[in-house]
C-alpha cells in the first residue's frame, strides 16, 4: 500500500506559480509511475502531467505544456508540480497518482488516464484569481 499526501496548493493570482508536492509513505515510489491530475467542479478528472518510473519520460496535456514541470525525487519519496504563468483555468483540486510497475516491465512508459492508477492522494486546492 502506499499513502500519498499532497501539499502546497493555494490561492494566487494570474501570472504567479505554485509548486503542489506530494509525499509518499508505505512504499518507495521508485517502483511506480507518477501522475499529476485536476478536477475542476462539474468537469472530468484529467491528467496535467506524468512521469514514468524511470524519470527519463514525461508526458504534459497542451493545457500544461510549457508552464507546468514534473519531477520526481525518489530519494525523499516526493512527486512535484511546478506551476508558472497560472491562469484562471488552472483553478482545480490537484491530485497527485501513482501506479505499481513490475520490475520487468518498461521503466520509461508513462500513464494518463485515471483507471491506470492505483493510489492517489486527497487533493489539495489551486485557486487562481484573475
Known amino acids: 500500500q502506499v499513502q500519498l499526501v499532497e501539499s502546497g496548493g493555494g490561492l494566487v493570482q494570474a501570472g504567479g506559480s505554485l509548486r503542489p508536492s506530494c509525499a509518499a509513505s508505505?512504499?518507495?515510489?521508485?517502483?511506480?509511475?507518477l501522475g499529476w491530475f485536476r478536477q475542476a467542479p462539474g468537469k472530468e478528472r484529467e491528467c496535467v502531467a506524468a512521469?514514468?518510473?524511470?524519470?527519463?519520460?514525461?508526458h504534459y496535456a497542451d493545457s500544461a505544456k510549457g508552464r507546468f514541470t514534473i519531477s520526481r525525487d525518489n530519494a525523499k519519496n516526493t512527486v512535484d508540480l511546478q506551476m508558472n504563468s497560472l491562469k484562471p483555468e488552472d483553478t482545480a483540486v490537484y491530485y497527485c497518482?501513482?501506479?505499481?510497475?513490475?520490475?520487468?516491465?518498461?521503466?520509461?512508459?508513462?500513464?494518463?488516464?485515471?483507471?491506470?492508477?492505483?493510489?492517489w492522494g486527497q487533493g489539495t486546492q489551486v485557486t487562481v484569481s484573475s
Open positions: 497518482a501513482a501506479r505499481t510497475m513490475s520490475p520487468f516491465a518498461n521503466g520509461n512508459l508513462y500513464y494518463t488516464s485515471v483507471p491506470r492508477y492505483d493510489y
Open positions: 508505505g512504499r518507495t515510489l521508485s517502483s511506480h509511475a
Open positions: 512521469i514514468s518510473r524511470s524519470g527519463s519520460s514525461t
